[in-house]
């Protein structure tokens, strides 16, 4: 068994624990791998142990990666998600390649990536990245705005809005971390009840170090990245 394998069966391990102290059904949160600047090896040897859904910040690097796998293994169907900020002039290689977008957080982006989808491929499914912190150094709309961004998504036939994503402020204590992720779910319960045509049933929050303060508020996704691959180099 590789040591990929190892960390991938400890947090479902751990999801599964969180899930039950909560009261929460078994398959509620999905485990998001997030293999930025890990190679494509790594990405197979976490697929071979049954992961699918795979996160990438960097376009051209996630890019590579999808056409590699498109390519060498077609066979393991994977699915891939954009969780970086997305820079206006790199829409459209992130609209023709990954299947979930994380990380809308203006008009202007949201607008690109649906005038730049492929009609052959199916809508993208999107997150708004809200900003629950107030840190300026940190991605994401402002909690008024979001019915007004919400509400044009809504309109855009080649986009799916399915929920909310944040990377709240990095606090070490579980409360203050609960605290956060209350936050964005009675958000995305608003939005919800603005908008009941719409399926939002995801809430992308939590990664390695408050990711059971995260499931306890309601998320869906859990982000994690160095649990599963290790540390990161990113001189390489």
């Not at 390695?208 to 995260?214: E, I, N, R, T, V």
């Given at each position: 068994?590789s040591?990929i394998?190892q ?11 969180a899930?039950?102290?909560?009261g929460?059904a078994?398959d509620s ?8 600047t890990?190679?494509t ?11 699918t ?12 990666k999808?056409?590699?796998f ?10 891939w ?5 997305i820079q ?9 390649n ?5 990380t809308i ?5 949201a607008?690109?990536?649906n005038?730049?989808?492929p009609t052959?491929?199916p809508p ?14 940190k ?11 919400a ?7 080649n986009?799916?809005?399915r929920g909310?994503?944040s ?7 579980y409360?203050s971390q609960?605290?956060a992720f209350?936050?964005?779910s009675?958000l995305k319960h608003r939005?919800?009840?603005?908008f ?6 995801t809430?992308s929050?939590?990664?390695?170090g408050?990711m059971d303060?995260a499931?306890?508020?309601?998320s869906?996704m859990?982000?994690?990245g ?10 390489k």
């Amino acid at each position: 068994m590789s040591s990929i394998q190892q960390n991938i069966e400890q947090i479902t391990s751990q999801i599964s624990s969180a899930l039950q102290k909560c009261g929460r059904a078994r398959d509620s949160v999905q485990l998001l791998a997030v293999s930025k600047t890990k190679p494509t090896q790594a990405i197979l040897d976490a697929a071979l142990a049954g992961q699918t859904a795979f996160g990438e910040n960097y376009v051209q690097e996630g890019v590579d990666k999808i056409a590699y796998f498109a390519q060498s293994h077609p066979e393991l169907e994977l699915v891939w998600h954009f969780i970086g900020p997305i820079q206006s002039n790199k829409t459209r290689p992130v609209a023709e390649n990954f299947a979930w977008v994380h990380t809308i957080d203006r008009a202007k982006i949201a607008q690109r990536l649906n005038d730049q989808r492929p009609t052959c491929l199916p809508p993208l499914q999107v997150l708004i990245q809200v900003n629950t912190s107030g840190e300026e150094s940190k991605s994401g709309i402002e909690e008024e705005q979001v019915f007004e961004l919400a509400e044009l998504i809504s309109s855009l036939p080649n986009l799916t809005l399915r929920g909310l994503m944040s990377i709240p402020a990095n606090v070490p204590d579980y409360p203050s971390q609960l605290r956060a992720f209350k936050q964005l779910s009675e958000l995305k319960h608003r939005l919800s009840e603005r908008f009941p045509q719409l399926n939002l049933d995801t809430l992308s929050m939590g990664m390695s170090g408050d990711m059971d303060a995260a499931i306890e508020a309601g998320s869906t996704m859990v982000r994690i990245g160095t649990a599963i691959f290790g540390a990161r180099d990113y001189n390489k």
